[in-house]
């Protein structure tokens, strides 16, 4: 293709919103879609009231949440009440190949945009819905965010201590799953579509795309009856595993052992050559029975030093190592650095702003980076006049109307 | 469909996952084996703690949908063998650490001579160069390095993974989606290339953007069991109701305060709040808060008043209340729960398929979408060792004949 751009040919009105849905049309920008995100004029993306925030201050344009997620879109704000807002949404189904949305699914049919009323003006179209748990069965209608799916889904379970409740993944962890699954699906259905000329409706539960992820311990439960419950950061395939403690405020060292190799390499640096001849230590398995001890030695040694120049010496030892970053970590990691996994894109009203890079990296149709997420309404002109080719005075009378909020 | 696209699946433990993806989408995947199994066959755990070549729950779990050939790719007899494969195949799938491609006559620059159209997925732990690109890995690492593991524990112990590995998961699915747009272009150019994931970038994901945090000098998220801390506001997500634990959002902001206007309201219907708490606006609540005109010892205050609700009822009456009044609440779950879920199971969406040893069948979480003109199918069960040698050969135009000379070599 001549433009470099994998998906220069492919058109998206986006109706996704928060983070599940967002994230797969971000990763269709990054390679060359033209993505409309519609946004509601009444109700706020909830994305837009999640930081971090630029300069701490929160505020409809200055979430990184909202830029990462949507960048290289353009953005349309819509009155879905108003009858000329409909009229737009038509008239873009007409020009789009895939119609996203992610709201409950009694939403869409309500608005009259289900996927039997819109291939009827679009019949090759591809619609993919996404939400919580699907849009059939008892629960279709459970809305709500990524936390209350990896409650339903068991991811609690296994993030905690022993001797406490689950302490649980970081925020809403379906959400962060369901988007590399939604892109694969997405892109089985254009390839299908490019070879056919058929489109199709993709049904996805955030839930069962997340699924996936805990395939292991649904295969062992069903099949054994095995109970799982939180064993802190113990793998069986590993001794020492852990976090270890690091000079600095909160500042932890990862390590984990999984050859005799390592064990040795970790004792030399450590100066303490006789564990390797202490019989509690003595291979995996004892070194797993008599893990407290063995861990609270290894802290001793690891407070002492800066996490990252401990595990630069480890990792020159081939141990497996990382110091557990922070934001500022990340910021300077020179191998995030070294992929440009941060970069400055213009912003419609910020000037510029930072986002991360695709997670992934096409060499020679690589991610083109332009613009970060849309201003509220920002391209609403652009999307009426250049797209639709809308008449000054039809996008003055939707004006008027307050079919753009 | 993908069922006219061949992807040979290279992967050691670290890429099953992105074959399975191409799988259930309708690919044929060859899975790619030394002559003695793949050595992910015996990464422990086991079902029923018994080791065995079919009986990892690691290699059950994400080798559905594929067949297998054994090929020892250490020999000229084998690479040559591979590189015949690779004429006919659409994706070739890896994940050797960068640079024993190349060792192997196996690299991208000299299978792109072979087939310039191949779609070639490496899958590495921090990407193909670069300064760490040769640093020692693991499921723990990978979640450290790439953000969020400092976002999840308890705020006065060590940070916590997840105890069913996730970091190459993340990584794979993502190489299945960027194979698919490398695909999709090569639909229209006629020439493959080489896709490139790292697992450290991929896993960025699953930190909420957080880390952008230093990057625009924002207010930085800390861990807390069952939540967050931003800043000094303490935000619980896990909340103790009678039976069991739930996690419930009480928020505030555009978007996030009319779920807390609908929870206080129907708490005040029972009896559980005074009026100054059911007329607080919760839109505009955070910003007061931030702002220093109410101190945070309000809101610890209003979380008790939650506390109190979510204390006093079971999972399953709180469950019910979200669903009547569309409430942000639902009950944490283990296994069990989750096998018994009735939308799971209205859904159709646990699959079975026999073990390999032929014993009781498996349960296997069901298509990841449901595609309505092309859907994903659980064609084939996790294959034996070299269970389709004689067919894939035969594929090759190589008899019986070949196959056991090749057999008797130990290049199969």
């Not at chain 1, 201003?375 to 797209?387: K, P, R, S, Y």
């Not at chain 2, 992910?40 to 703690?49: E, K, M, Y």
Request: glycine content about 10%; proline content about 6%.
């Amino acid at each position: 293709m001549a433009t470099g751009k994998p998906l220069a040919d492919v058109k998206v009105l986006d109706f996704f919103w928060v983070l599940a849905g967002p994230g797969v049309t971000r990763s269709l920008a990054d390679y060359g879609a033209t993505v409309i995100r519609v946004e509601a004029a009444v109700r706020t993306d909830p994305a837009r009231t999640v930081g971090p925030f630029k300069g701490g201050r929160s505020g409809p344009e200055t979430s990184g949440l909202w830029w990462n997620n949507n960048a290289g879109k353009y953005g349309l704000t819509l009155d879905l009440t108003k009858p000329g807002a409909k009229a737009i949404v038509r008239d873009l189904v007409r020009w789009a190949d895939v119609v996203t949305e992610s709201f409950s699914p009694k939403a869409m049919r309500a608005w009259g945009f289900d996927y039997e009323s819109l291939r009827k003006i679009k019949p090759d179209l591809i619609m993919m819905s996404s939400c919580l748990l699907g849009q059939t069965g008892p629960l279709a209608n459970f809305a709500g965010f990524g936390n209350l799916a990896a409650a339903l889904c068991g991811f609690y379970n296994f993030v905690g201590w022993p001797d406490r409740q689950p302490s649980g993944p970081f925020s809403a962890y379906t959400d962060y799953i369901a988007p590399r699954f939604g892109l694969a699906a997405l892109m089985a259905a254009l390839i299908h579509r490019k070879r056919t000329g058929e489109g199709q409706y993709i049904d996805q539960a955030q839930a069962e795309s997340a699924l996936q992820f805990l395939a292991m311990p649904i295969l062992d439960t069903a099949a054994t009856g095995k109970h799982y419950s939180p064993v802190g950061n113990f793998d069986v395939n590993y001794a020492p595993h852990g976090l270890y403690p690091a000079a600095g405020d909160d500042r932890w060292i990862a390590i984990a052992c999984r050859t005799e190799e390592h064990w040795q390499a970790l004792t030399d640096l450590m100066q303490r050559p006789e564990l390797r001849r202490d019989e509690r230590f003595a291979g995996l398995a004892q070194r797993q029975n008599n893990r407290d001890e063995l861990d609270r030695l290894i802290a001793e040694w690891t407070v002492r030093f800066d996490p990252i120049a401990t595990a630069d010496r480890l990792q020159a030892r081939g141990v497996p190592a990382h110091v557990v970053a922070t934001s500022a970590d990340m910021v300077a990691d020179p191998q995030l650095r070294h992929r440009q996994h941060f970069v400055e894109v213009e912003h419609g009203t910020l000037g510029r702003t930072w986002i991360e890079n695709s997670r992934f990296k096409l060499l020679r149709t690589p991610a083109r980076l332009e613009r970060s997420a849309p201003a509220f309404g920002e391209h609403n002109q652009l999307v009426l006049e250049e797209i639709l080719g809308y008449s000054e005075e039809r996008i003055a009378d939707l004006v008027a109307e307050g079919a753009l909020g | 469909m993908l069922n006219h696209c061949r992807v040979l699946d290279l992967t050691n433990e670290r890429g099953f996952l992105c074959g399975q993806i191409l799988g259930d989408l309708g690919a044929d995947v060859i899975k790619v084996e030394p002559p003695g199994g793949a050595p992910g066959r015996r990464l422990p755990p086991f079902l029923n703690g018994q080791p065995g070549l079919d009986n990892s729950i690691y290699w059950l779990a994400f080798n559905r949908n594929k067949r297998s050939l054994t090929l020892d790719l250490e020999r000229p007899e084998g690479r040559e063998l591979l590189q015949r494969m690779v004429a006919r195949a659409d994706f070739l799938l890896e994940s050797e650490t960068p640079g024993r491609m190349a060792e192997l006559g196996l690299d991208y620059a000299t299978l792109s001579r072979l087939n310039p159209a191949l779609v070639y997925v490496s899958i590495t732990p921090f990407g193909q160069d670069g300064p760490k690109a040769h640093y020692a890995d693991s499921d723990l690492i990978l979640m450290a390095a790439s953000g969020v593991l400092i976002l999840c524990g308890d705020e006065d112990r060590a940070p916590l993974r997840m105890s069913v590995p996730q970091a190459y998961l993340h990584a794979s699915a993502d190489a299945a989606g960027a194979a698919l747009i490398a695909y999709y272009e090569r639909l229209g150019s006629d020439r493959g290339q080489q896709v490139d994931v790292a697992a450290q970038e991929s896993i960025t994901l699953a930190g909420q953007s957080t880390a952008l945090t230093a990057l625009i000098d924002g207010e930085e998220t800390r861990r807390m069991s069952g939540g967050a801390k931003l800043g000094a506001l303490r935000v619980p997500l896990v909340w103790k109701c009678r039976d069991g634990l739930v996690t419930a959002v009480f928020l505030f902001g555009s978007a996030l305060g009319p779920f807390s206007k609908k929870l206080v309201d129907y708490i005040h219907s029972q009896g559980g709040c005074d009026d100054a708490m059911k007329n607080t606006d919760w839109v505009g609540y955070g910003a007061r808060l931030l702002s220093g005109e109410l101190p945070l010892a309000d809101y610890e205050q209003k979380q008790k008043v939650i506390a109190n609700f979510l204390a006093a009822r079971t999972k399953s009456e709180l469950f019910n209340l979200a669903q009547q009044h569309g409430l942000l609440i639902a009950p944490l779950s283990t296994v069990e729960d989750l096998l018994a879920n009735p939308q799971f199971k209205a859904r159709n969406y646990w699959q079975p398929m026999t073990h390999p040893d032929g014993g009781p069948a498996l349960t296997y979480p069901g298509p990841f979408a449901r595609l309505s003109q092309t859907p994903i199918q659980y064609r084939r069960r996790p294959p034996r060792v070299g269970e389709h040698n004689r067919e894939i050969f035969a594929e090759l135009g190589l008899g019986d004949d070949a196959l056991i000379e090749l057999g008797h070599k130990g290049i199969i």
